[in-house]
Every structure is written in C-alpha cells, then in structure tokens.
C-alpha cells in the first residue's frame, strides 16, 4: 500500500466483488468495453423451499475475474450491474512484475470489499465473515 | 473558496470577442463549456485563456460524432484565482470529409502531443502544428483507431467472453459491438 498517501473515497483504485449478490446476469461482461471480465457458471436445481415453494434452478457461480491489465477503470461495470455485487475500492495496492499476475480472481476481488467505502455499499448488506453488528471493517490497523 | 466558471461569464469573454462564431454556451456535469465555429477556434482558445485567466492546459482530444462530425475538444483550468482548479471546455467540430482546425501550439506549447494523438487517431488535421508525426502508434500504421467504423482486428482474432451463456443453453452466436460478421472482414475474405 502506498503508506500515508491520501485517497479521496470516489478513487478508482480496485474493483470488489460481492460475490453473494452476483446472479451471473453477464451484464458486466457484455457492457465492459475492454472485454476484461471472464465470468464462468453452471446450472443447479434447487429443492422447493417453504410453504409454497417450488423447485428451481440458480445459476451457480464457478469464476469470476478481472484483467486489470486490461481495464481503464471506466466504471461502466459497476454502473452497470443490477444486482449491487459491484464496488470501487480506493485501493491501488495491486501493482505486478508480470502482466499476467494482473488477473485477479474472485476471492481477491471479494477480500477488497472491506475497502469500500461503507456510505457506497447498500444499507443492510451483511457480508458473511463479518464481525457481528456488521461493523465495516476499516483498511489498516484500529487508531488507538 | 474556490467556484466553478458560470456560464455567464464564459459567453461575457467569448461573444465579444468571436460574435458568430460562438454558437452556444452551456453546463454538462458541471462544468461550463462552449461551442466554437471550427475557423474561430484559434481565437476563441485564446480569448478563454487571456480572458478568464485559464493558463492551465489540460487536455485536447477528439470525438468521433458520425455524421455530425470530428469534435476537438480542449479542458482548460484556473490555476490561481477565486476559480482555482475549476475550468472551462471549449468544443468545436470539423467537417468529416476534411477535418480541419487551427493548431493551438503557439497557445499552449503542451498541447503538441495532445494534437499529434488526435490527428493519428482521428485524422484530425492541426493547421499550423509544428509536426504532427505520429506519436503511439507505430510507423506505417494504417487508420484512425478512434473512428467508429475502425474494425479492431484483436477483436475478430479473440473470443469475447459475454458469449458465455449462463443457463448453459447455446444460442446463436451473439457478436459484440463492433466486431463484423465472420466472412465479411479480414482473413476469411482477402484468404479466399
Ligand atoms: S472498469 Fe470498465 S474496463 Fe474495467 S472491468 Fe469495468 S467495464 Fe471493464
Ligand atoms: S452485472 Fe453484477 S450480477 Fe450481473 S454478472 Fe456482473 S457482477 Fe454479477
């Protein structure tokens, strides 16, 4: 991390992923202009669930990855999904000897969601893993 | 405290000094911009940066319009003054078939690159320009990479990933924006 430098919260520095709010629409994948998100999925059925429910199918899944070695940081992504599974995180902290290692899967992209700031993530939002009272976590070590 | 440019004061400094040539004044995502007759551009650039005190050159860059045009558009800024960092856009658009405006170089010597990339990628010739060699894109390169009906060959070579179809059903073949039917473009045709 670049230590002590100021980032203002609008910084585009990383794309995070909720990836519990992600229904596999491909939308992000469509919009994006640099054809920079690969996204893989399968079909599962899943039992009725309640009273009067019904046996359905859900999409499930299997990758979720962003090329920043290919992304201009437009943003059409996270303006573009529905489904609030989308995020800017001002953390530039991810730079690489290789380009390849800019490929960043779904569990980093899903670590950066502590990074954003918590006004931009919808109200209500609990994240598995989060500590109880769905404090967000703040980058970095507690003040005192 | 610093305050973005009004309108107002943006027509006050450019309609005395271009009259017609000042086509329209307006406010897009904040910032106050004008419409320039492409012959007065020159002058308009110059009056906004005597004028208003924008001695800060930002960028320059085109857009492709289609039928309407090849837009220049240059972001100007306040370095000092009770507008510090706040700035204006000054647009013009030249004619399709033979692009043309005035260089600003003698203006603002930092706008040399910013029109070298405009007229490599758009074809935008700058009247004046000292040199308008190429500046990213390779010797011999054939094109204008920013037009809109520039086919971007990588895109042709390369699967596109929203072809991916979630339910796992195939459907016919969706192409991206942009990218030509097979056979139409490239080396299925010139292969033939
Ligand atoms: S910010 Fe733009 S380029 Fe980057 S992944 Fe999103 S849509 Fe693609
Ligand atoms: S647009 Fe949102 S919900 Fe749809 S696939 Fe992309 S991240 Fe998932």
């Known amino acids: 991390m670049s230590g002590g430098y100021p980032q203002p919260e609008r910084s585009r520095g990383v794309i995070a992923l909720v990836e519990q709010n992600c229904t596999v629409c491909m939308l992000c994948v469509r919009e994006c202009p640099d054809w920079c998100i690969e996204i893989d999925s399968h079909v599962e059925r899943k039992p009725a669930e309640g009273p009067g429910g019904r046996p359905h199918s859900v999409h499930v899944l299997d990758r979720f990855a ?12 996270v303006e573009a999904c529905p489904f609030d599974a989308l995020f800017w995180a001002p953390d530039p902290g ?12 779904r569990d980093r992209l899903g670590e950066w969601v502590k990074d954003v700031p918590p006004g931009a993530l919808p109200a209500g939002l609990e994240l598995p ?5 769905s404090q967000p976590a703040a980058g970095g070590p507690a003040a005192d | 405290m610093s305050a973005p440019f009004e309108e107002a004061v943006l027509r006050a400094v450019l309609e005395p000094a271009l009259g017609e040539g000042l086509l329209e004044v307006g406010t897009a995502t904040g910032t106050a911009y004008a419409d320039i007759a492409p012959h007065r551009w020159h002058d308009a650039v110059g009056a906004a940066r005597d004028g208003l005190g924008l001695a800060w050159f930002d960028w320059l860059a085109g857009v492709d319009e289609l039928e309407e045009g090849l837009r220049v558009v240059v972001s100007l800024l306040a370095p000092d003054g009770a507008h510090r960092g706040h700035g204006v856009l000054l647009r013009t658009l030249a004619d399709r078939s033979a692009p043309q405006v005035p260089s600003l170089v003698d203006l603002f010597a930092g706008a040399a690159w910013h029109e070298r990339e405009a007229h490599e990628m758009f074809g935008i010739d700058f009247a004046g320009h000292p040199g308008l060699r190429p500046l ?3 010797d011999g390169f054939d094109g204008h990479p920013l037009r809109k ?5 990588s895109r042709v070579a390369r699967p596109w990933p929203g072809e991916h179809e979630p339910s796992g059903r195939s459907r016919r073949r969706n192409l991206p924006p942009g990218v030509p039917e097979p056979g139409t473009w490239g080396a299925g045709e010139a292969g033939s």
Do not use: K, N, W
């Open chain 1, 94 to 105: 991810y730079s690489a000897l290789d380009v390849r290692d800019l490929v960043h899967e």
């Open chain 2, 149 to 153: 009906d520039f086919v971007l060959a």
């Open chain 1, 66 to 77: 962003i090329d920043y070695g290919l992304c201009m940081y437009c943003g059409i992504c």
């Open chain 1, 129 to 133: 893993g989060a500590s109880e009272g």
């Open chain 2, 136 to 138: 990213l894109l390779p």
